[in-house]
């Protein structure tokens, strides 16, 4: 097995073992004799796996060098994957994502069992790397291009569709952009990249990760210079589908109790802020398509949701009752109370839906069984990716009644 591993531990003797017992088994261990030299480790040698004595949590990133990796002597060993140069947002030093943590005493079954988990995620992170591949990103937008790529493929879907008139400018924008956090689902073969669908959320607060207000500026401001100063000083203080139904989000309270607090109805403590989904976008030829856009990006909703600190958990949505049943499937449950109404700003009939997130993701959902994987994956990466011929298979195998 071509896996290097580098691995220390302040017990001598388990060091020894940990080291003899990985070369019987087929990896190439390295053993540090001083934890200060991990980060030259890693640096030097590339290892696949890191695996070092440290009370590190998983799914946690962590320095891997520069003093910033301190031993605790009779610890746990933590299962480590060296992120490439960049990832998580740092510009130097050695990071790694925590991907087992190994509690002493441990056996040969749980030793094995935790690295091959590991490199499960390593192969699943590398396998849209390989010549030819055919996948799809989806992912945060940030940076100018994928944000003006939103907000045009947002214009042409409209339009299209009869949500707003024909404009003069090639873009889809209003005030809240700035106070919105864009996603998008990217398809990707060779050195093509396609902006397939894109969603936002429409934040109040600032709790957690902040938007891409400076971004949307810029783009905006390409195209309307006076803009960002008219939209500097319109307030916006509350959220277009409560604005709809005449509410705001302290008054939803009445209907749904408990509804923006810090612990959701199972439990689970959250992140306050109400937040709107607002903006689906899905171009003409992935709408009816095999690939599955709009679960796609709401997976990655839930997935940078959990991801948060505090984690997301409070939202609302305006929807045509015809996409009810959709919303559902999503977690979301109508406002039978506030009946339907005129969105604001729009000729459209509109009805409300709530989704208490923490909620429903201990009820059986599509996205339970494989969120904690998604969870690391986002972590290490910035994105979730899915090869679409593996998608058609699965597909393919449920179609045909097997088990997947």
Not at 138 to 154: G, H, Y
Request: charge should be neutral; glycine fraction near 10%; hydrophobic fraction near 40%.
């Amino acid at each position: 097995m071509d896996c290097r591993i580098v691995l220390w531990d302040s017990d001598r003797s388990l060091r020894e073992a940990l080291f003899s017992r990985l070369l019987r088994k087929g990896f190439y261990p390295v053993s540090l004799g001083d934890p200060s030299k991990l980060d030259k480790a890693v640096r030097m040698l590339a290892p696949e796996l890191v695996l070092f004595e440290a009370t590190w949590e998983r799914g946690e990133t962590v320095s891997l060098g520069g003093g910033g990796a301190v031993p605790v002597q009779d610890g746990d060993l933590s299962l480590v994957l060296p992120l490439a140069a960049g990832s998580s947002g740092t510009a130097s030093g050695a990071r790694g994502l925590v991907l087992e943590r190994l509690r002493k005493p441990f056996g040969t079954r749980e030793l094995l069992g935790g690295i091959s988990s590991a490199l499960a995620v390593r192969e699943r992170l590398n396998r849209h790397c390989r010549p030819g591949r055919e996948w799809l990103e989806v992912k945060r937008l940030s940076d100018d291009s994928e944000i003006e790529a939103a907000l045009r493929l947002r214009q042409e879907v409209y339009r299209e569709t009869g949500f707003i008139q024909a404009g003069a400018l090639p873009l889809e924008y209003d005030h809240y952009d700035r106070n919105s956090i864009h996603f998008g689902a990217f398809h990707v073969q060779g050195a093509q990249r396609e902006l397939a669908g894109t969603i936002r959320i429409i934040r109040r607060g600032t709790e957690g990760t902040p938007t891409c207000s400076e971004a949307v500026e810029r783009v905006v401001r390409r195209y309307e210079p006076s803009w960002c100063e008219s939209a500097a000083s319109e307030v916006c203080p509350e959220l277009p589908a409560l604005k709809t139904f005449g509410l705001g989000a302290g008054e939803l309270e009445v209907f749904l109790p408990g509804f923006g607090g810090r612990e959701s109805a199972c439990g689970r403590r959250a992140g306050g802020e109400v937040c709107e989904l607002s903006r689906l976008a899905i171009a003409r030829p992935w709408r009816l398509s095999r690939f599955g856009i709009e679960r796609m990006l709401f997976q990655m909703i839930v997935v940078d949701s959990m991801a948060g600190n505090p984690r997301r958990n409070w939202f609302v949505i305006a929807v045509h009752p015809s996409r009810q049943a959709k919303f559902e499937r999503f977690g979301f449950r109508v406002l039978d109370q506030l009946g339907v109404r005129p969105y604001a700003g729009l000729n459209q009939p509109a009805i409300l839906l709530s989704l208490d997130l923490q909620h429903y993701l201990t009820t059986p959902n599509p996205f339970s069984a494989s969120l904690e994987l998604e969870l690391l994956l986002y972590r290490a990466a910035g994105y979730l990716s899915h090869a679409v011929a593996e998608e058609n298979e699965q597909k393919g195998r449920v179609a045909a009644g097997q088990t997947v």
